[in-house]
């Protein structure tokens, strides 16, 4: 069974730019999950979906995050415009369950540099 | 919002000695997971427990559900160098939280 597939690996930007990453969750898998981890830290999560559905996204910063899952399939999330204190890992999760129960596949991951 | 505390930060230890954790929380919860992360890969879902009073084993892996509902502990035994990695406790009511993780550097 393919794990959740995630890209671009790394991208380095300077501030004020924008950058979007890309989430293939396992399939058959109707919760997907974007977590972000600065480094020393846990993963935080940004956003929970559930097929295309937003079910909690109350940490995601609206004023520069985005995400969408339109066929409730894949997923993106964009920044737009980065800051330094964007600079993390964007972790990428799936699950079957419909409630977050935390047990969750993760993909390896999308480090994001913010010059 | 609720708060995870993970303790110890990192730990250093030879091959063979047991390793013990824990995690430590303001509010009751329903369920508690402990996962591992590996150098550049995401987290892998270790154990999850999800009554007061579970003890639930993974090999040399053992976790603890805290009667109080607001701890967990995970010990590793006899602990052998692929064991190295951070881990993460991660609790919550349908709204996961993860702990900052606990460093662990085996010696051989």
């Known amino acids: 069974e393919a794990g959740v597939a995630q890209s671009p690996r790394y991208k380095i930007i300077e501030k004020r730019q924008s950058v979007a990453f890309w989430c293939n969750p396992i399939?058959?898998?109707?919760?997907l999950y974007w977590y972000q981890q600065i480094l020393g830290q846990g993963p935080k999560l940004l956003i929970q979906?559930?097929?295309?559905?937003?079910?909690?996204d109350s940490q995601l910063p609206k004023d520069r995050f985005s995400a969408e899952r339109l066929k409730g399939v894949d997923s993106t999330l964009k920044i737009q415009p980065a800051k330094l204190e964007d600079s993390a890992v964007y972790l990428c999760?799936?699950?079957?369950?419909?409630?977050?129960?935390?047990?969750?596949?993760f993909g390896e991951g999308s480090r994001l540099t913010v010059l | 919002g609720q708060q995870l505390n993970q303790s110890p930060q990192s730990m250093f230890i030879q091959e063979g000695e047991d390793v013990s954790m824990n995690c430590t929380s303001s509010?009751?919860?329903?369920?508690w997971l402990w996962y591992k992360q590996d150098p550049g890969e995401g987290p892998v879902l270790l154990i999850a427990?999800?009554?007061?009073?579970e003890l639930t084993s993974n090999g040399r892996l053992t976790a603890q559900f805290g009667i109080t509902r607001k701890d967990s502990f995970l010990n590793i035994s006899a602990s052998i160098p692929s064991d190295v990695g951070i881990y993460f406790c991660a609790g919550g009511n349908n709204d996961m939280r993860f702990g900052a993780g606990t460093r662990l550097t085996v010696k051989p």
């Open positions: 427990l999800y009554k007061a009073g």
């Open positions: 509010s009751i919860f329903n369920t």
């Open positions: 979906f559930q097929n295309n559905g937003v079910v909690d």
């Open positions: 999760a799936s699950s079957t369950r419909q409630q977050n129960t935390g047990e969750l596949f």
């Open positions: 399939s058959g898998h109707a919760t």
